[in-house]
């Protein structure tokens, strides 16, 4: 009697034993899984993020020359700003770069200095053309303005191609 007492004792500890490695192997399987799907990016998650458009007033832009001569102010929207209307007596900030409309040379550009512009537009502080082609443009809009020399810095520098982009008025 005393060795089936022990057979079943030793059977119970043995299958006690087992049955704490198949837990111990379930749960390790689970935790497994559950910290593997963790360390890899949802594709769902991700697309929305890596489908959403680019500022595209954060790009410098390319400028070209114009054709003729200029017999007055053009303003040509290349993107539509969604911002409130620039008001006369706002300071504005821009980045801008300028060129000869003619021969296409850069003049300046405040994407060199690697900073915005800022000043208050409408005020006679700034070209006439500025002054009459930025107000009632929107923040968040790239426009083009062509100006022609009377309404830039005169003769001497001739007609100018602006590419504007307004990033704030206040």
Excluded: C, H
């Excluded at 004792?9 to 049955?19: D, E, K």
């Excluded at 697309?47 to 680019?54: E, H, Y």
């Amino acid at each position: 009697m005393t060795q089936t007492l022990d057979t079943k004792r030793r059977g119970g500890a043995i299958a006690g034993v087992l049955t704490a490695v198949l837990v111990f192997a379930v749960l390790a399987v689970v935790v497994f899984f559950v910290n593997r799907d963790d360390d890899e990016p949802d594709q769902a998650a991700a697309a929305p993020a890596a489908s959403a458009p680019a500022d595209p007033l954060a790009v410098e832009p390319e400028v070209t020359p114009g054709t003729g001569t200029l017999q007055k102010l053009t303003i040509t929207e290349i993107i539509p700003g969604t911002g409130p209307a620039v008001q006369v007596g706002q300071t504005i900030t821009v980045n801008y770069k300028l060129i000869s409309y003619a021969t296409g040379e850069p003049i300046d550009s405040s994407w060199t200095g690697g900073a915005p512009f800022s000043t208050t537009i409408g005020t006679g502080q700034l070209i006439k053309g500025w002054d009459q082609g930025i107000p009632g443009q929107k923040v968040g809009s790239r426009i083009q303005l062509d100006v022609p020399a009377d309404l830039a810095y005169g003769p001497e520098k001739g007609d100018l191609r602006f590419v504007v982009d307004i990033l704030d008025a206040k």
